[in-house]
Structure formats: C-alpha cells, structure tokens
C-alpha cells in the first residue's frame, strides 16, 4: 500500500503475496480489539502496586503515564492512516530509518509479544487452578494456549468477533465498578460509610512519598498501558483504514482516559492508600468495602478473561509483525504464506510454540514462570516507543518536504514540539529506570537484547546486499 508518508524511493512496502491479508475487520472490532490489548491485568491488579508506592499521588504517574501513551498513539495513527501495513511501526520504522532499523524494532517486538503472550496464559492458569481445586496449572495454560491459537485461525473477521466480546466484558466490568464507586463516594450505598474525597488527602497528604513515590509510581504505571499498538498493526486489516484508523485512535484515547484514570480515583478516594487490601486486589477491595457480594468471584473471574483478551490480540500483532518481517526478506519465507481464508497460519503457529513451551515449564515450576517471563519482557515497550516517535519525526519532516503533509488523513498535534516532547517523557522515564534497581536491570537487558537484534539484521542486510547483482 502506498500512502503520502512514504512517496519517496526510500518507500518500504510490503511485497503483495500470492494470498493476501483479508481486509475484514470492522470499525467497531477494530478499537474493542485495541482496548483488549490495553486494558490488561496492569490496571486489574498491577494499580494496587502503584498506589502502595506512591499514595493517591499514583494519579500524576497515571496521568503522566496517559499523555505519553496518547501521544505516542496519534503519532502511530498517523503513519498507520497513511501507510497501513502489518508490520505497523516496524513497516515505518524501515521507511525513516533504514532496513536494520526496521527490522531490528520488528524481531524486538516480536520477541516481547512471544514473551507477553506465554506470561499473560501463565497468569491466566495460575488464578484458574487457585480458583477451581483439581485443575493443575499447565492443564489450564494448555487449554487457553490450545483455544486461542483456534480463534487466531479462523478468519480475521471471525477474531475480531471474539475479541469484540472479550473485551467488550472487560469495559463492562470496568463501567459497573465505575458507577458503584460513585455511588459510593456520594454516599448512596448503606453498606458503606463515605467519608467524600477526604482519603486524597487524610493519609500523610496527597503525596506521601513526595516526588520520588510519583516517580517510582510511573514506572510501575507505565507499562500497563502496553497493548496500545495493536491498532497500527490490525490498521492492515480493516476496511477503509485511513478514515478507520482515526476514528479508532480518538475513540481509544478517551476511553483509556476514562478507564484507567477514573478506577484509579475511585480506589484511592474510597479507601485509604494504606489499606493492604488495596495492593493485593484493588477492583476486589473496594467492592467489598461496598458489601458487593461476590466480587472476589467475579473479579477473578474478569481479571482471567483480561488476560485471555490480551493473550488474544496479542498473538494476532505477533503473527502478523512476523509475517511482514516475512514478506520483507527478514524471517522464514512460510511465515509469508497466506492461508485461502486470509491468516498467516505458519505466523499464528511459530508465535503461538513459546507458548506452549511454557506448558511444560508450568508443569515442572508453575511458582517460577510468571516472574521470569515478566522480567525477560523488561523495558522494551520504550525501545518501540522511542522508535515510533523518531520515525515520525523523519517521516512527518519527509512529507512536509514534498508537500504531501496537507494531504494526511490524521496529524499528530503541534509538530514538532509534541513529539520532542515524547522523546523527553521517554528519556526522563530511562532516567528515573536507571536509580531503581529492578529497572535498571531490565533496561540494561533490554539494550543488550536489542543491540543484539540490530547487529543481526545488519549482518542480514549485508548478506542480502552484496548477493544484489
């Protein structure tokens, strides 16, 4: 696909295979999927981290964390509207900043994703076999690994139905805890004694733990909102993408708003920060503390579809980035192939084995495999970051060149000064990494991860240009 980013000869597009992607997704499909990768277990039971650390005052890091993840998503939109490809910012990353850029970011966040997806079917099992006596944790790890990799099998439009609902019960979820949590600030449940917003501020203050509880807050926060790049990749296959993807990126950025930051208000102004409660199960708390019967049930119950949802769309952005690492020269050619009903099956099936490698692990150490999976994930999601708002940069820059800046369907806001600013967030968050020592760990994994990735692909691009006649 052309587009008016990418009209230049530097142009990286995706070589048309002999079957093609099926452009079936629907808008409604579109942006629930987004949602399911967004809206995981990081704000289900990952917030109540937050909040130990930083108090009410987590709603700065949330807020900060929020602006950062909108920013980058118009900066996505805007490439993905204007040149919608399955390999998303890896396609733009190649058309900015190279072929061993491209790549390089493309195996990253692959490698995350495969990662992401094998942790989110461990989690998944684990509250399962906790929940329901007799089922042992692989058991459910291979059963939920065996059911999706079904779903992500069957046509594009027959998986954006199922992710539709899956979320679809998240956001209902999410609403109902929203309206019971008003109710009870206002004072309208018997049940409980409100004492109005008097816990922002009764508990050592709004801010606790002073700036340094804000910032080790958003670096718990940030990471939460991984998943949100679903919509550039899915941008491929849905129908009209150009006037779709917009659509879909503004309606994503204020329902995230709305979501996360609303429930986070809701815990911290209901209960105390200090409440114990609110970190091991924030959501379960405060439904307690309203006499909601059974909402540890049905939490558990929302928590494990959550993680299903993003296990979902995650094993869709990861079959189709390996295939568009395919169709460029970078992976396996069958990873290419396109089945008569519109799925890179050998995609689906190679980013789906981790998954079920990690069956067994769960078989041998189910107390060991989450936290490793987990800690091999580390800070990548601001390495792809970092390389989406670069290759905007480049690419918004290239555009205005041509006079062809005029003609996108979506802009991202005040360019430049936006986007250097993102670079700022996503330089300030490295920084704040560095003084923690579990994320300083991480970021040193993944810089090592990543330059090993970089000097492969540039070993690649080599190979591929000197067998060039």
């Not at 990952?46 to 807020?63: M, Q």
């Not at 509250?127 to 779903?151: E, N």
């Not at 967030?425 to 330059?451: E, K, M, N, Y």
Request: with cysteine; aromatic share 8%.
């Amino acid at each position: 696909m052309t587009d008016t980013l990418a009209t230049t000869p530097a142009t990286t597009t995706e070589p048309a295979p002999r079957a093609m992607l099926h452009q079936a997704m629907r808008p409604r499909q579109l942006v629930m999927m987004s949602l399911g990768g967004a809206i995981g277990a990081g704000l289900f039971v990952g917030s109540g981290a937050g909040i130990a650390v930083a108090g009410p005052a987590i709603l700065v890091s949330f807020l900060a964390a929020a602006a950062l993840v909108v920013l980058i998503m118009r900066m996505m939109g805007e490439m993905a509207a204007a040149n919608p490809a399955s390999g998303a910012f890896s396609v733009h990353a190649e058309n900015a900043l190279g072929s061993v850029a491209g790549r390089t970011i493309g195996w990253l966040y692959w490698i995350q994703v495969v990662i992401v997806i094998a942790a989110e079917a461990t989690g998944a099992a684990a509250i399962t076999a906790a929940s329901i006596p007799g089922i042992p944790q692989w058991a459910a790890a291979l059963f939920f690994m065996v059911v999706l990799t079904g779903v992500n099998l069957v046509g594009v439009r027959r998986f954006g139905e199922v992710e539709f609902w899956f979320a679809a019960l998240k956001i209902v979820a999410i609403v109902a805890f929203l309206a019971i949590g008003v109710a009870m600030i206002a004072g309208w449940v018997p049940a409980f004694d409100s004492t109005g917003f008097a816990n922002l501020t009764a508990h050592g203050g709004f801010a606790p733990t002073g700036i340094a509880g804000i910032a080790a807050g958003l670096l718990i926060v940030v990471f939460a909102f991984g998943g949100t790049e679903i919509i550039a990749i899915a941008a491929a296959e849905t129908s009209d993408p150009r006037r779709n993807v917009g659509r879909a990126v503004r309606t994503l950025i204020w329902r995230i708003l709305v979501f996360y930051i609303g429930s986070v208000l809701i815990m911290v102004t209901v209960l105390p920060w200090t409440s114990e409660d609110l970190v091991t199960g924030p959501f379960v708390a405060v439904l307690n503390a309203g006499a909601v019967p059974g909402a540890a049930a049905v939490m558990t119950v929302i928590v494990v579809v959550a993680l299903l949802s993003s296990l979902n769309a995650m094993l869709f952005s990861a079959s189709r980035m390996i295939y568009s690492l395919s169709q460029r020269g970078s992976a396996y050619p069958a990873f290419g192939r396109v089945a008569p009903n519109g799925v890179p099956r050998n995609a689906v099936l190679a980013s789906v084995a981790f998954g079920f490698v990690t069956v067994a692990l769960n078989y041998v150490r189910p107390d060991k495999v989450l936290p490793l999976l987990l800690n091999a994930v580390g800070s990548t999601i601001l390495v792809l970051w970092t390389f989406v708002a670069v290759s905007h940069l480049v690419l918004r820059r290239r555009a205005r060149r041509d006079g062809t800046e005029d003609a996108l369907p979506l802009k991202m806001w005040g360019f430049p000064y936006l986007s250097y600013a993102t670079l700022g967030l996503l330089a300030g968050i490295a920084v704040l990494a560095l003084f923690d020592t579990a994320a300083r760990t991480q970021l040193i994994a993944t810089g090592a991860l990543t330059a090993t990735i970089a000097g492969a692909c540039w070993l690649l691009h080599r190979r591929q240009t000197v067998r060039q006649p």
